[in-house]
């Protein structure tokens, strides 16, 4: 009898784990996209994603739509292209997004590349090392990687708020479980 009662109480904290592991970051990836952006800061990152040959990925396309519709919004506002370059991939993430935005009416002057990172990290901090010293800045990317960034964002001492853009329907369910054990990792290793 104990040895089924300890079963029990072993299935029941496995149930409220994973039930934590699912509900507390789908809660966190809810509130980053409520922080939307309002011409405040004089800079926004657009985060990279995949690069098809030189083709943006539909993910990265709908973050550079997004940021279209922002950068048009509030023309003071320069864009970091922040993407290196994958294996699988011809050019950077961000020569791909600078070509798009440049086809899209965005003036090369308001376009700031930082084509050597590979993780939403070191978007961050490599952006941090080649803009001027800023209190904030706006976050454009995926709505479900948003959370993950702005944390991110504060522990390189910058405020953020938001332009979300929409998750491609492909990837949703992959994606929202990957982001939350990497929002995770992020909370616990702080990076």
């Known amino acids: 009898m ?14 409220a784990g994973l039930g934590m592991f699912w509900m507390l970051p789908g809660e966190r990836i809810k509130q980053a996209q409520q922080m939307k952006a ?11 994603a995949k690069v098809n040959g030189e083709v943006p990925s539909l993910s990265l396309r709908y973050r550079l739509e997004s940021a279209v519709e922002y950068a048009t919004q509030f023309p003071h506002v320069q864009l970091v292209l ?3 370059q994958g294996k699988d991939e011809d050019i950077s993430e961000a020569e791909a997004m600078y070509r798009f935005l440049q086809q899209h009416g965005i003036a090369k002057e308001r376009l700031v590349m ?13 952006s941090q090392n080649i803009i ?8 454009i ?18 405020e953020s708020d938001v332009v979300a853009a929409k998750t491609p329907e492909s990837i949703k369910a992959k994606v929202l479980i990957r982001e939350r054990l990497a929002l995770l990792k992020t909370w616990l290793f702080r990076r």
Not at 8 to 14: E, H, R
Not at 42 to 48: K, N, Q, T
Not at 114 to 126: C, G, K, P, R
Not at 132 to 139: K, N, Q
């Open 2 to 15: 104990k040895k089924l009662w300890r079963i029990i109480v072993l299935a029941v904290l496995i149930i």
């Open 38 to 48: 309002n011409g405040k800061y004089d800079y926004a990152i657009i985060l990279g």
């Open 82 to 84: 922040a993407g290196g």
């Open 114 to 126: 930082e084509d050597q990172s590979t993780s939403t990290n070191e978007n961050l901090q490599f």
């Open 132 to 139: 001027p010293e800023v209190a904030g800045v706006t976050i």
């Open 141 to 158: 990317s995926s709505d479900y990687h948003l959370a993950r960034a702005r944390f991110l964002a504060r522990q390189i001492g910058w």
